[in-house]
């Protein structure tokens, strides 16, 4: 279980959405309801995460011990440290511009709280976590930990909601932000968002070092 909930913080660490939320706070007008707009984002990209993690749930059980092979296996440590060398490679290499202009794109549906807000997140959500190691991987130690399936499924709702803590409490931090802008929650906000790239690359690092360190741990 350790493992599982190692790997959905590891996974809360979603650069896009953070950023999106961010861009939110800084963009729209101080009479807009961004409470009302970064709730429904954030609840959309969950239930994104939870219905895919469902998916991903039912796969992995109707593997087996597959599952539980794959992950003793030395190629699931080494995975995990070529995933890791990947993310500090591109992190080294990126500079955020990519990420910057896909991020105002999608903030033309968010401007008012509606179903496209909800679809928006949802949409984040899932490709947020279809293309991280860390959700599969910790699916995968849930899967193949000795749990009745009444447990399995119903703590996937804990899963997909520890995947989403860190993108919801930065929606509280901005929202304290923008109610109370010369607090010290808005000069550290005024801080961070005038280094975006330096965040963005931080994140990264954190993600290349986990990963790194517990593919060698799997391995010893």
């Not at 709730?39 to 998916?55: A, N, Q």
């Not at 087996?64 to 070529?82: H, K, M, N, T, W």
């Not at 959700?135 to 996937?156: C, E, I």
């Not at 802008?181 to 975006?196: D, I, K, L």
């Amino acid at each position: 279980m350790l493992h599982a909930v190692s790997f959905a913080l590891l996974d809360s660490l979603n650069v896009l959405l953070i950023g999106v939320i961010v861009a939110l706070g800084v963009m729209l007008p101080r009479t807009a309801p961004y409470r009302r707009i970064a709730t429904l984002l954030v609840f959309g990209d969950w239930l994104g995460v939870f219905l895919l993690s469902v998916v991903t749930m039912v796969v992995f059980d109707g593997l087996g011990d597959l599952v539980q092979r794959a992950l003793e296996s030395p190629v699931f440590g080494i995975l995990l440290i070529a995933t890791g060398v990947l993310s500090l490679v591109l992190t080294l290499r990126g500079g955020g511009k990519g990420d910057n202009a896909l991020i105002g794109r999608l903030l033309g549906p968010l401007q008012t709280p509606s179903l496209k807000t909800i679809g928006v997140g949802f949409i984040l959500g899932v490709v947020q976590s279809a293309t991280s190691v860390p959700f599969f991987a910790g699916l995968g130690f849930l899967s193949a930990g000795d749990y009745p399936a009444v447990v399995r499924y119903v703590g996937l709702i804990v899963y997909a909601s520890l995947a989403l803590s860190l993108p919801a409490i930065s929606a509280i931090f901005v929202g304290m932000v923008r109610a109370y802008p010369h607090s010290p929650f808005g000069r550290a906000f005024e801080w961070m968002r005038t280094r975006q790239e330096l965040m963005v690359k931080l994140a990264g690092y954190i993600v290349a070092v986990v990963l790194t360190v517990m593919g060698v741990v799997s391995l010893l």
